[in-house]
């Protein structure tokens, strides 16, 4: 039994990117085996996590200095 999709209201959006992101994006795409429009998704929804996550491990960079930096100075 095939579950129907649920209707997601959707826009068109039309973008330039240069040959090398196509091609990277395309191969993505394939890899996943999903389609170019659905790993572009993908991008835009991950986009804000993945920022989030670098922040994240420069404050665990930096704190993890700061410690280290407090237990030289200890000894």
Known sequence: MKIPK???EQVK???RVSVDL???IAS???AQAWSVNAEINHRLRAGPI???LRM???EVAQLRSQIES???SEK
């Open 6 to 8: 649920k209707k997601v």
């Open 56 to 58: 994240l491990t420069d």
């Open 28 to 30: 993505a795409a394939e």
């Open 22 to 24: 196509h091609a990277e």
């Open 13 to 15: 959006l039309s973008v």
């Open 70 to 72: 407090k237990g030289s």
């Open 50 to 52: 993945l920022s989030q």
